[in-house]
């Protein structure tokens, strides 16, 4: 499957690689390339996952706090929206409305 990356997450993971190396320096890269790693999965896993909130499906991060809601529409995954799990799940909510 080919997978696209749309604006909100685009905005998303930029502003996880931002609280990340304001953190230390560095571990902004890591987060993104790990991030990016999980996105990349989903070419082969993608529609495998639990669809825990209306029609998005969520694959979770392996090595950090992120959940990666997408979608899957005639062979590609959008991903819609990468998400801090420890946020609260109504602002999750809200998040994902604009997807």
């Not at 571990?27 to 495998?48: H, M, P, Q, R, V």
Request: hydrophobic content about 40%.
């Amino acid at each position: 499957m080919k997978i696209q990356i749309l604006d909100l997450a685009k905005e998303d993971l930029i502003e996880g690689y931002r609280f990340y190396e304001d953190r230390e320096a560095g571990l902004g890269g890591y987060f993104l390339t790990n991030l990016y790693t999980d996105i990349d999965s989903l070419a082969i896993l993608g529609g495998l996952h639990s669809k825990p909130y209306r029609h998005f499906h969520r694959a979770l991060s392996k090595r950090f706090p992120f959940a990666i809601f997408y979608t899957v529409d005639n062979g590609v995954v959008k991903v819609r929206a990468v998400v801090d799990c420890r946020r609260k799940p109504s602002w999750i909510r809200r998040h994902l409305g604009d997807a």
